[in-house]
Each structure stands twice: as C-alpha cells, then as structure tokens.
C-alpha cells in the first residue's frame, strides 16, 4: 500500500510537471493580432479563462493547454506557442516583480456588446463593424427605438461611430441632399422621432443621449469614434438651446446658443464653440482643422505608456506592438487640447501638433474611451468609397485600439487608481 501510494504521487507530480500553457504573443511575432482577440473572445464564451499579460510581449494572451483553442488558432492563423507550466510560471514571476511595469489581468466573460448604427448605414460607414466581423467577434445592432425602450440596459459594452447626435445629419446637406442614402436616413430619423413623439430628430438625439449617460453612468462602458465623439457632447451641451439650422429641423438656430451651452453636461469637452454655418463641414471647435500643416506619412500619433500595476485600466487600452500609431482622418479626426476637460486622460497625442487622439474617462460607475478618426486604415476617407478590406490589416495597431475596448469589459474588475 506504501509503495501505491508513493506511485500515486510520483504519477500525480509527473502529470503537474509536463501539463502545458497556451501563450498567444501580441509583439511582432503574431501574424494576425487581430484575429488573436477574437479567438480570445471565443475561448471565453466556452468559459476558458485568460491571462492578459499587460506589456508583456506587446499585450499577449495565454490559457491552459486546450485542444479546441490550438486548433482555433490553426483555423484563425494566430500565431500560438505551447510551453510548459514550470515556464509559464517563471514568466508570471517576471512580469510580477514590482519593479517591472508588467501585469497579470484575469479575463473571465464575455462582454455583450451593441453597436449603435442605423439601419440605412452604408459598407463605408463604421471601422468599428468591419473589425468585429473580421475578427469574428459577435455583436447587436441597435439604433433610437432600442435605446429608447431600455435595452441599451442589456448590453456591458455600446459602440457609437460615424454618428451625428446633434440631428444635423453628420451636416452632409449642402453635397449629398439629393443623395438616396441620405434621404433614407434623413426619412428613417424623422419617423423614428414622430414614433416617439418628437417633432425633431434632435430632440429625439438628445433623449437617446441622454439614455447612453444613464447607461454609462450605471456602470456601462462607452467607446466612441469620428464624429460620435464630440456631437455627442455637443449634444449635451445643447440640451436647452437650439443649435439646428431650418433644413434640418423647420426653424432657425437660437442666435444666442454659443452662450446657453452647459458643459457640465458632457463627458470629454468644455469650453468650445457651436459650428452655426450649415454649409461648413465641422461641428465645432473641438475638431482640429480639417487642413492641417502636415503630411500623410508623417500624421503619426504616440501612445502613452501607463503603470501596469498602478493603472490597469488605460493600460488595457493602449496595448499594442508599437506605441507609435499611424494618423487617420475623420470628420472628427483629433481632439484640440484646450478643449479636453481636467480629469480626462490622454492616452494618445501628436505632442507637435498639440493634438489629442485617444482619451478615456469615467462617468458615475462606468467608463469611456472617444477615439479621433474614421478609419484607421484609410487615411482620408471619402464618402462612396468601398470597405477597407481588413485581410489586406491583419496587424493593424490601429484597429488594435478598438479590439482593446472590446477585451476591456472582459477583464475581472479593478479599481482604477488616480
């Protein structure tokens, strides 16, 4: 009996030292970092459980050995690598060490996401659906009616893109008014506002912004991007003024709205000036100049680098494989400094050009993160244009930047230290 049980141990040991670990490298070794997350998003709805090594290796992922998860990354072409326990271990010592600016965070769920998008939208419209799909993560499309019946209350995580809060229509009027897309967009707003007794679709925008707060302020998180960033404010801002032009809402615009904005009301922004020319293609002065003094292949933006130990949160969300990111216009493309309230944190600049791009906050319980820019890889995006297609990006770093915010939610819940 002495000597089974000695067996027993000896086979129980045998099986602790060779059982292995799943390391999925995000440094430059990976071939499709993209994809990496959605196979980490798949894992987690099988109720595998993750380690996210922050500024390890360029944010890598690892789980216990499992079959279904190698052949995953076989049929994603993420690159994996098997390595034993007794190593994995070492490495986590590594990264733990309190000198070291590298964490450990646990991801256990799967967040439920809702992207906020029209039903008229077009193949050009969003960055944010194209990489989701790409990466084979799922989402819900919901639009006004459902976040005006509550369901926005259902989901952990709202996207916002190329969206206009302000009920301008993104101030597309005076070169696409006789465009079909926009009529049927121009159409679908205003029904929507009657069916909930609105006579204007701005004041249907301001109803559903204010939905998304009571959202975020509940313990949502929001990320936003392009134009949804600052009419999202804007719209706020302008809860008792009317910053609308007769095309877009019957009447003309209180002369005086400048004045009655309440910038206490919005997440991000202060301080700025209401766009009142129709034909102009800005909102505010928010925005950065849509000429700006510098080239395409010089438009980069750096990201900061936080403490991983200290604050996990803006840490999350810039992992990446490098910290200098390519620029990308937007109708919103950056954020000018002056205009970012006290207590935002930047999380990416142009320091040159005095630009912020990349900007996270909270809101009662919840968290916010607004991204400068339309499409990440499309530098000047053109209405009409055809869908970036992602196979050409499968290492985008700034399609990375979206994919951290889905990940995000996943993470076990911090507290973030200011």
């Keep these: 009996m ?3 049980l000695i067996l027993i141990l000896l086979l129980t040991i045998s099986s602790k030292s060779f059982s292995n670990t799943i390391l999925i490298p995000m440094d430059e070794d990976q071939k499709n970092h993209l994809k990496a997350y959605g196979l980490v998003y798949w894992g987690l709805a099988k109720g595998i459980t993750f380690d996210w090594l922050l500024n390890y290796r360029g944010g890598s992922f690892s789980c216990a050995s499992i079959q279904a998860i190698e052949k995953e990354c076989i049929l994603k072409g993420v690159t994996y690598k098997i390595i034993a326990d007794a190593q994995y271990e070492r490495i986590k010592n590594e990264i733990l060490v309190p000198e070291t600016n590298m964490d450990v965070v646990k991801l256990e769920k799967t967040p439920k996401i809702a992207v906020y998008s029209p039903r008229s939208k077009q193949p050009w419209d969003d960055a944010v659906t194209m990489v989701l799909t790409y990466a084979e993560i799922p989402y819900d499309t919901i639009y006004d009616d459902e976040v005006m019946k509550g369901k926005l209350l259902t989901y952990d995580w709202l996207h916002l893109h190329h969206e206009d809060f302000t009920g301008q229509q993104g101030k597309f009027w005076s070169s696409y008014r006789n465009a079909a897309w926009y009529q049927a967009e121009e159409k679908e707003n205003r029904n929507c506002a009657n069916r909930w007794g609105f006579k204007k679709v701005s004041k249907l925008k301001l109803a559903v912004a204010n939905k998304i707060q009571e959202f975020v302020a509940g313990g949502g998180y929001l990320f936003a991007m392009c134009s949804a960033t600052d009419t999202y404010d804007i719209t706020l801002a302008a809860d008792n003024t009317d910053i609308c032009d007769v095309m877009f809402d019957g009447d003309g615009i209180d002369k005086n709205c400048n004045s009655k904005l309440h910038y206490d009301n919005c997440f991000a922004f202060t301080d700025f000036k209401v766009s009142l020319n129709a034909y102009e293609y800005e909102f505010s002065t928010i925005d950065v100049p849509q000429f700006r003094e ?36 937007g109708q919103t493309t950056a954020f000018k400094k002056q205009h970012i309230k006290p207590g935002v944190l930047v999380m990416g600049e142009n320091r040159a050009l005095n630009e912020a791009r990349f900007i996270h906050g909270t809101t009662g319980k919840g968290m916010w993160t607004f991204y400068g820019g339309h499409d990440p890889e ?41």
């Design 2 to 4: 002495k000597k089974f």
């Design 378 to 418: 499309d530098y000047q995006h053109i209405v009409g244009e055809p869908p970036t297609d992602m196979n050409l990006h499968p290492n985008s770093p700034g399609y990375r930047l979206i994919l951290n915010n889905v990940l995000f939610p996943a993470a076990k819940k911090q507290k973030r230290k200011t």
């Design 294 to 329: 510098i080239t395409e292949e010089n438009d980069l933006f750096t990201l900061f680098e936080f403490s991983a130990k200290s604050d996990p949160v803006p840490t999350m969300l810039t992992q990446n494989h490098t910290r200098l990111i390519k620029g990308f216009m």
